[in-house]
């Protein structure tokens, strides 16, 4: 091969247009991407950007982000343990918490209950008027269970995990309705990790 092929090569082999962009700049364009799915499409480009968006300061910023829309887990509710997470923890809890922020205000007309994972139950004080919810408390737990606290004195834990298989069909793990007159006006939650026991305190 000639001086002037092998250069000619050289050339071609060259990044060209967006990928002869260096590494800062293109981590700029992955930290303006909000979608999950989008930045998955931009990292099977190629392998550079594959890697790129492995990046943990792209999925540090995406937990930030989510932190102003949705409760975190108690674990995570001081931002100076997030520096213990790798990229790829950041990146599980970040689409867990998409999972929830997607699914958790959607219409119910089913859920499934322990142990029944093929046959569902009709809830129904979903999709009706008379029986309409408003949440009063939020709260996730373990990085994985969510508890519902309503102002009609409803008590529900929701499993997240399940949100993965279906997120059309999360299943319930238990629910509860307290009796008495009027709505639940506050409420205060503690759980032992170590006893595995989990405190519930209402007043209405």
Not at 30 to 37: A, C, G, R, S, T
Request: proline share 4%; aromatic share 8%; charged share 20%.
């Amino acid at each position: 091969m000639d001086a002037g092929n092998a250069e000619g090569l050289k050339r071609n082999l060259r990044p060209q247009g967006l990928l002869a962009s260096p590494d800062e700049i293109l981590l700029q364009i992955v930290h303006n991407i909000y979608e999950i799915p989008d930045i998955t499409a931009f990292g099977e480009a190629c392998q550079r950007l594959y890697y790129l968006i492995q990046d943990r300061s792209v999925w540090l910023q995406m937990l930030s982000q989510e932190a102003q829309r949705l409760p975190l887990p108690g674990h995570l509710e001081d931002r100076t343990t997030w520096a213990n997470l790798s990229s790829a923890q950041l990146r599980c809890i970040v689409r867990r918490l998409r999972d929830v922020g997607r699914t958790w205000l959607s219409s119910r007309t089913h859920y499934f209950v322990p142990g029944h994972r093929q046959s569902c139950a009709l809830d129904p004080t979903s999709d009706n008027d008379v029986g309409a919810r408003s949440i009063y408390s939020i709260e996730i737990l373990l990085d994985r269970w969510l508890l519902c606290i309503y102002h009609e004195k409803l008590v529900e834990i929701w499993d997240l995990d399940s949100v993965l298989h279906d997120p059309n069909k999360p299943i319930l793990c238990t629910s509860q309705n307290i009796s008495g007159h009027g709505s639940f006006s506050s409420a205060i939650t503690h759980l032992d990790e170590k006893a595995n026991l989990l405190t519930i305190a209402v007043s209405w």
